[in-house]
């Protein structure tokens, strides 16, 4: 695994290749750089091989090959990072097992599961409880289950969807509670669904790609159109669908995060907080103990002291 990898080790492996660059290096001779992946982390790699430099040059999407090379020490990385220097790169053999190269959560599922059905029979409004009972089954469900909330920055691990979207309601149930005078159906329904438009904007494929759709529309718009398709067969009140629409379509709280809309109800923000707060405390989860780790989605170090 890429977390054990030391300096002078021999590598030959199955990972996920994601290519950086590919150019030519100061001596005329071809070069591509990128980034090698398993479950347990990600490494820099690079390589001078020029046959090898031509098959990396038809990737397209990250892509799983058996990775021949050595470890060593990326001299212009300030932190003295590892890299991989690939000799050669060869296609899986049916064989190979690649059970190590898709990263899963590390929560209780069959818990997760149970909370989603108490969040669900919490909600009041039998509409929006029919609403979340006809998203939450079948393709979509199993789907649900299984995809990722991020394709890097947060949550970025088989199941990552789903324990984002209930811990999010969680929050938001619990600030809920303190605040008062809100409507708790709404940021329930307004939680569960904020995302769910990532399991058509995320493939849970190796690397995690965006899909074309995902790329052109984005995952607030496409969540918007999953749940005013469902909500347009169950005949739901305009002013509820309403204010549902605008929690899912602020959650991102400002225009220049990718919401439509700015937050406007006291709903609208709680989800739109319980989503920054949980992708942030997520971040935690890739930081050692004790030791500073530099963080890219929040582009500063992080300090988990383990308690
Ligand atoms: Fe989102
Ligand atoms: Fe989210």
Redesign the pocket.
């Known amino acids: 695994m890429i977390s054990e990898f030391t300096v002078g080790q021999k590598v030959h492996a199955a990972l996920l290749v994601r290519i950086q660059k590919i150019g030519i290096s100061s001596n005329g001779k071809p070069f591509a750089r990128g980034l090698l992946e398993d479950a347990s982390g990600q490494v820099g790699f690079i390589c001078f091989d020029e046959e090898t430099v031509n098959k990396l040059r038809l990737i397209e999407q990250p892509v799983p090959y058996v990775i021949a090379g050595t470890v060593d020490v990326n001299k212009f990385s300030a932190e003295m990072k590892l890299q991989i220097t690939v000799q050669k790169i060869s296609d899986l053999m049916s064989e190979d097992d690649i059970s190590h190269l898709l990263p899963v959560g590390d929560f209780n599922k069959a818990e997760y599961e149970t909370l989603l059905r108490k969040f669900i029979n919490m909600v009041k409004s039998p509409v929006m409880r029919t609403l979340l009972e006809n998203i939450f089954q079948g393709q979509i469900y199993d789907q649900f289950l299984k995809n990722p ?1 991020g394709m890097r920055l947060h949550h970025a691990y088989l199941g990552g969807l789903f324990q ?1 979207s209930i811990d ?1 309601t969680k929050l938001a149930v619990a600030m809920g509670e303190q605040i008062g005078g809100v409507d708790k159906d709404l940021l329930i329904a307004g939680s569960l669904l ?2 769910i438009g990532k399991l058509r904007e995320i493939s849970a494929d190796f690397g995690f790609p965006y899909t074309t759709e995902g790329r052109l529309v984005g995952h607030i718009a496409i969540t918007a159109i999953m749940v005013q398709s469902c909500a347009e067969k169950l005949k739901m009140p305009a002013n509820t669908l309403e204010q549902l629409m605008h929690i899912l379509l602020s ?1 991102h709280g400002d225009v220049e995060k990718g919401s439509p809309v700015e937050c406007e109800t006291k709903e609208a923000f709680i989800v739109h907080y319980a ?1 920054e707060l949980d ?1 942030v405390m997520n971040q935690f989860k890739t930081a050692k103990n004790d030791t500073w780790t530099y963080n890219k989605m929040l582009q500063r170090y992080l300090l988990d002291r383990g308690v």
């Open positions: 909330a984002h999010v904020h995302d959650h989503d992708s």
